[in-house]
């Protein structure tokens, strides 16, 4: 039965393809989870299956239940696998899914380098242009490095296609890898100037982006794009330049002057464009969108030229009648399009705008929110001291109409904008200010509480004049605290009453009447405030008492100091037992204060004064960049430790201690769904108190009281007070607009009075005309501020540093781009070149001794053993790339002895076959030679050693390819390599020459320069590692002398490098193992130290494995040799400790192929 | 730079979605019906541009199906929504005529349209015949 069922499903399974799955879907719509389920179950049977062709079908499918939201991580190995398909049709899907499902946390994605690697290279341009379009989904910074160069090739491509492409991702690869931009960027400006239109525009697509965020680096391309602007016709091109230019030339002045001409044909032709379509159509469709196409970029390019050009105003006059048009089109696209333009007009050319406000002001009462939204931004930048008032006021109507909170709280947010903009410039009465800010506390349900209340905070502690007024009206807010507390839905407005509470507690001494606001902040009902605010309440309660006992000081009769002090022994007990630490802990601390002045009290004593003195003292507001900006002093090391870092051992032991303190701190803001049983007894306690004494509250009959009581989860909303939800006046508030009305009074008082004046000016003095503003309407200059306003500024530090306003987001990718692009290359910024990943090779002391033996005139040579090879690849040569930097400098006083500084860098290559090429770097480090000079020793420092890379192409050849290059001042010339054959190598001479004879270097190298030269090796036996060794010699000419020179070096041929990767699938795997001819060794790696997938790539990638299959933390691998040794690995990991089980048919190969790989990790 | 591009029915059932920024899933599937909710509930008096937390949406209907974009807020409007008629010209011209079917029954081909339009969020190509070459290319490598 079963078996039917498992036989049944596999049918099934074979003929189901993506269009099956959506049908099914489809289908399935009552019970569409449990169909996709048992789909994916399908999948996950097919993923198992050896047919790859199967296997992509299930990714496709996979790749559109991605995208109906089903997680599918649980793939992404078969992703890899089917990426790796030779077909192009399959390896497609699995880019496709890969670009869908992968991002930079997906472990598998270090497995997939070396298969794009191989896919970049592929003579199929399609491949090359599927892996690059899927490697710029998921990049990563390791791929980005490590893929880097082969990408930078890929600009130079034959086929447009793919140097579009190759450019395009390059972006990517600079924001993951910003140190790759310096030495490909020459590359990238030279496709500038491509002959394809698609490159081209790629290259300027690419640049423009980079400019854009760091455009002073990019200075010197200015007359290239100049060139290109002049020349090109690709509109988008061309806006893309031009926005380019308007981010340059304030950077540059003398740019905007040669910009003049050519920008202003430009328009002129879009000028005539667009005047004469406009001129054939009455009404504008959306049909004619190439019309607007060409008008919003008329804007853009007279945007990005008002920045550092003469005026347009007459052309920017006109944009902005036509978008008048626009705007008052009944197609709402166009209006809102309109808006956008004119608000980009709006930076630059202000008063242009400004005189439309009445059209502005009339799209806010527009249907659709979007275009509210966008006349609200063109409001923000059109108020004037002037206008401010009505302007506000208008919002303020908004605000009561509106419907959705969205759009009211956008609304809130826009008008606290407007006003506090520019530090307050537009405010010319704060008590104006305060009250509509009072005003904005009666919105129903805003989320931004705490955005008014900062802005209370901050007007309070900054406008001192105003502060008398603002005491006031917190105070009636505090009186009136249930009204914004009443209501759930208003729990955000509530922190409100934090701003209310301080002002009135921190300027108590402008309180009217102190004993009534106390006995406001310490009514019970505050207990049901978040905790934050209740301890402010608290803190500020004892500042008030604290004024009042000092106004009451001197007095005689005592009571009214006394009745402050009763009041708080009777109310803080409440606060004394809240859930919230910090508003019990300072309860109980002030509770205790005021029994002990009660004491006093009751003894006549005068305390006023000391008590007075705990908050003495006043709060000056701190600008929030000051912290930042305090120099650091000299001799501080911030990055020093204090105190040594406990060891681990320590930490773990004090483990249990720490899980306690972390449960200490949350208590800043406590939900009151913490709160405990007894807690929620006391409370109801309290309510019902409170309700006894309220004499608003409707009891609620006894049978609703039985409900309540059963259903505990209700109990912590607040009892409903009768709720007036129609916007109620708080009583005492004065209204913002009488302010209005008042200021308006106020101004034309002063106008009149001014007119007075200037006419008495006038009589005395007739050139007196020459005033600005003695007739026409009042200028900005004329409004006076209605109180004299300080504005307190910010405190900084002293010494601050100077100003970096321009700040970018830490987290902003550009910010690594900020490179300087002329400064010439050094020779450290190469791309990775496919090298070892790391020179930090270990030394073995052998090696370095072997170093240390060699003549002094050598450099000294180590770590042929510790090449590691870091990639694998499949199919190419092996080259041995030789570095060669030869750095001779002569001592000046002594002649015969030289200073010689010269590295060398190998990079060994071996490689068997004719076709394929394939990179392997030694690093080998050379330690400078030494010479004593004058008695001092000069050594020259380590170079990152030499990059091996291998491949195979037939069993007995390898090719080793050498970079020999020049590091010194002087030219080189008639180079020879030789090495010394060993009985299983032999270096490949030209016909006819002896067997010890060198190969000569059929080029020069003129200082600073490299070049690579090819040597092949014959190989006899592949099964165990050699070294070679090798001497190089060569003349070193400059100006006065020229000497004959050398160089001993060596190469060495590993075992791994032999290897090349070779996929394999698990049934063939399985086949390979059964067949009973390989012989099997292991060993065992302890302490390793790393997430298993690492582990795995770093030995795919050191030593030319592929994974087979792996199956939580065990996985096959396998590799082949270059003579058609097959290579299998068992790798299973447990703690830390790793063993390899393997399997080769030849069991001396598989030794030392082990022994590589131990020692690859006993490195790391 | 363009954040997504979904393509959904009537229904609010996505058909097609490509993500130009990680997402992370959970999120994703809430994001996605937030911001189809948001557009399908608009009427056609009202614009193509939706402000959506921090970021812009611009969508376009056509018939049954909507194409929906998100942006970030220094991208253009304007192209963005001529990004949509191009790219369903594309399609329209690629399957002569495009149905809703086809969009879903060849995922990938219309996936391959737009990473030859869009690459790493950004246009890149808007002519028709460079659009389609590629494709066909490769629907030639796939039979023969």
């Known amino acids: ?1164 | 730079m363009i954040k997504f591009l979904l393509m959904v029915n009537q229904q609010g059932q996505t058909r097609l979605s490509r993500y130009f920024e990680p997402v992370e899933l959970n999120r994703r599937a809430a994001q996605e019906a937030a911001v189809v909710r948001c557009c399908l509930s608009r009427n056609k008096e009202q614009c193509s541009f939706v402000e959506y937390q921090d970021f812009k949406l611009v969508y376009r209907q056509y018939a049954a199906l909507y194409v929906v974009v998100g942006v970030s807020h220094t991208e253009n409007e304007l192209s963005i929504f001529e990004l949509i008629q191009n790219f369903v010209e594309v399609l329209d011209r690629y399957f002569s005529r495009v149905r809703l079917n086809q969009i879903m029954f060849h995922l990938d081909s219309v996936h391959i349209i737009l990473d030859e339009m869009i690459q790493n969020g950004h246009i890149v190509e808007t002519n028709k015949n460079r659009i389609l070459a590629p494709l066909t290319a490769i629907n030639k490598m796939a039979d023969g």
Not at chain 1, 153 to 170: C, E, F, G
Not at chain 1, 582 to 591: D, G, M, P
């Open chain 1, 1 to 1164: 039965m079963a078996l039917k069922i498992v036989k049944g499903s596999i049918d099934r399974m074979f003929d189901k393809n993506l269009q099956d799955l959506v049908r099914g879907i489809r289908n399935h719509k009552e019970d569409e989870a449990k169909y996709i389920s048992t789909c994916i179950d399908e999948i996950k049977q097919e993923l198992k299956q050896d047919n790859i062709a199967v296997k992509a079908n299930a990714v496709c499918k996979l790749t559109y239940l991605q995208m109906l939201g089903y997680d599918v991580s649980w793939a992404a190995f078969n992703i890899v696998e089917v990426m790796s398909s030779s077909k192009f049709t399959y390896k497609r899907i699995g880019y496709l899914a890969a670009s869908q499902c992968f991002h930079e946390s997906t472990d598998v994605i270090m497995l997939t380098t070396n298969q794009i690697r191989k896919d970049l290279s592929s003579p199929n341009q399609y491949d090359t242009g599927v892996a690059l379009t899927g490697l710029s989904c998921f990049v990563t910074p390791d791929l980005a490095r490590d893929l880097a160069n082969d990408i930078m090739t890929l600009m130079s491509h034959t086929k447009p296609y793919i140097r579009k492409k190759a450019v395009l991702i390059m972006y990517k690869v600079f924001l993951k890898y910003p140190e790759s931009l310096r030495p490909a960027f020459p590359r990238l400006k030279e496709k500038l100037e491509d002959p394809d239109p698609g490159v081209q525009s790629a290259a300027v697509n690419v640049i423009c982006e980079l400019a854009r965020r760091n455009p002073k680096n990019y200075l010197s391309l200015a007359p290239l794009f100049f060139k290109l602007m002049t020349s090109s016709t690709n509109n988008w091109v061309l806006i893309k330049i031009i926005k380019l230019f308007g981010a340059l030339t304030p950077l540059e002045p003398r740019l905007g002057k040669k910009l003049i001409e050519p920008l202003t044909n430009l328009i002129h032709r879009i000028y005539l464009f667009f005047s004469q379509i406009l001129h054939h159509l009455s009404a504008i469709t959306l049909v004619c969108f190439s019309w607007l196409i060409a008008f919003l970029f008329f804007i853009t390019v007279l945007i990005s030229l008002s920045s550092g050009m003469p005026n347009h105003s007459a052309s920017i006059q006109l944009c902005v009648q036509k978008l008048r048009i626009l705007i008052e089109d009944s197609d709402q696209n166009l209006k809102y399009l309109g808006l956008l333009a004119m608000s980009k007009i709006l930076k630059t050319h202000p008063k242009s705008v400004q005189s439309h406000k009445d059209l502005i002001l009339q799209c806010l009462d527009d249907k659709d929110e979007s275009i509210r939204l966008r006349a609200l931004d063109l409001l923000y930048g059109m108020v004037s001291k002037k206008n401010l008032m009505e302007i506000v006021k208008k919002l303020m109507l908004h605000v009561d109409k509106a419907e959705g909170t969205t759009y009211r709280d956008e609304l809130l947010t826009k008008i606290i904008d407007i006003c506090s903009q520019s530090n307050y410039q537009y405010i010319t009465n704060f008590e104006w200010y305060i009250s509509i800010l009072v005003e904005l506390t009666r919105l129903e349900g805003t989320r931004h509480g705490h955005l008014i209340a900062s802005q209370m905070l901050d007007v309070a502690i900054r406008v001192k004049a105003i502060r008398v007024f603002a005491v006031a009206q917190m105070a009636t807010l505090l009186d009136n605290a249930h009204m914004l507390t009443g209501n759930t839905q208003r729990n955000g407005i509530c922190e409100v009453l934090y701003a209310a509470a301080w002002i009135c507690g921190e300027f108590s001494e402008h309180l009217e009447n102190p004993m009534e606001t106390l006995e406001a902040m310490l009514r019970p009902k505050v207990a049901t405030l978040p905790g934050h605010i209740q301890a402010v309440y608290v803190q500020n309660a004892a500042k008030l008492f604290a004024t009042v006992l000092k106004s009451q000081e001197g007095n005689t009769d005592s009571t009214t100091a006394q009745e402050a002090s009763q009041l708080m022994i009777d109310r803080l007990p409440l606060f004394v037992q809240s859930a919230n630490l910090e508003v019990q802990e300072r309860a109980s601390c002030i509770l205790q204060l005021v029994k002990y002045i009660q004491k006093l009290q009751q003894k006549d004593v005068e305390v006023s004064e000391e008590v007075c003195a705990l908050f003495a003292g006043e709060l000056n507001p701190v600008a929030p960049k000051a912290q930042k900006k305090v120099p650091i002093p000299d001799g501080l090391d911030l990055d020093a430790w204090i105190n040594e870092p406990p060891s681990e051992s320590e930490s773990e032991d004090e483990q249990p201690k720490a899980i306690f303190s972390k449960e200490e701190p949350k208590h800043s803001r406590p939900r009151h769904t913490e709160v405990d049983e007894k807690e929620l007894a006391r409370r109801r306690e309290a309510r019902k108190q409170e309700q006894a004494n309220n004499p608003f509250y409707i009891k609620a009959s006894p049978s609703s009281q039985k409900v309540y009581q059963e259903t505990p989860g209700v109990e912590h909303i607040p009892v409903v007070q009768i709720d007036l939800s129609v916007p109620l006046k708080v009583p005492g508030l004065p209204m913002s607009d009488q302010y209005v009305k008042l200021e308006e009074e106020r101004r034309q008082k002063e106008r009149a009075e001014k007119k007075k004046k200037d006419k008495k000016k006038r009589k005395e003095k007739r050139s007196g005309r020459g005033k600005k503003h003695d007739s026409g309407p009042e200028s900005e200059e004329d409004i006076t501020p209605a109180h004299m306003v300080d504005i307190v500024t910010e405190e900084m530090p002293e010494n601050a540093l100077p100003s970096d306003d321009d700040e970018r987001d830490p987290a902003d990718p550009h910010k690594a781009l900020d490179i300087d692009l002329d400064k010439p290359l050094a020779d450290s910024e190469k791309l990775p070149v496919r090298s070892h990943r790391a020179a930090e090779v270990l030394k073995s002391p052998a090696e370095d001794e072997e170093g240390e033996n060699v003549s002094s005139l050598e450099p000294k040579k180590k770590s042929s053993k510790e090449k590691r090879e870091k990639k694998k690849d499949k199919d190419k040569d092996r080259k041995v790339k030789m570095l060669f930097e030869s750095g001779l400098s002569e001592a000046k006083s002594s002649k015969h002895k030289k200073k010689k500084q010269k590295r060398e860098k190998e990079d060994k290559e071996k490689k068997k076959k004719k076709k394929h090429h394939h990179h392997h770097h030694h690093h080998g480090d050379k330690g400078g030679e030494e010479s004593v000079q004058n008695g001092t020793v000069e050594e020259e420092e380590p170079l990152p050693a030499y990059d091996i890379q291998g491949n195979l192409q037939d069993g007995s050849q390898v090719v080793v390819s050498v970079i020999f290059e020049n590091k010194c001042d002087s030219f080189l010339k008639s180079m020879e390599f030789n090495v010394l054959d060993s009985l299983n190598s032999k270096l490949q001479r030209p016909e006819g020459s002896g067997p010890h004879d060198s190969l000569t270097i059929p080029f020069q190298l003129p200082p600073g320069v490299s070049n690579e030269a090819r040597f092949v090796f014959t190989v006899q036996s592949i099964i165990m590692p050699q070294k070679l060794k090798g001497t190089l010699t060569f003349i070193v000419k400059n100006e006065e002398s020229s000497t004959h020179e050398k160089l001993d070096f060596k190469l060495h041929f590993t075992c791994t490098s032999y290897l090349i990767t070779t996929p394999c699938y698990s049934d063939a795997f399985a086949k390979l193992l059964e067949s009973g001819d390989l012989k099997s060794s292991s060993i065992r790696l302890e302490g390793v130290n790393m997430p298993f997938h690492h582990l795995l790539a770093r030995i795919c990638f050191h030593h030319h494995f592929s994974v087979v299959e792996r199956i939580d933390s065990c996985a096959s691998m396998y590799s082949r040799s270059i003579q058609g040794h097959h290579v299998c690995l068992l790798v299973k990991i447990s703690s830390q400790t790793v063993s390899v089980d393997a399997k080769c048919d030849e069991p001396t190969l598989l030794g030392n192929v082990l022994d590589e790989i131990k020692q690859t990790f006993s490195q790391c």
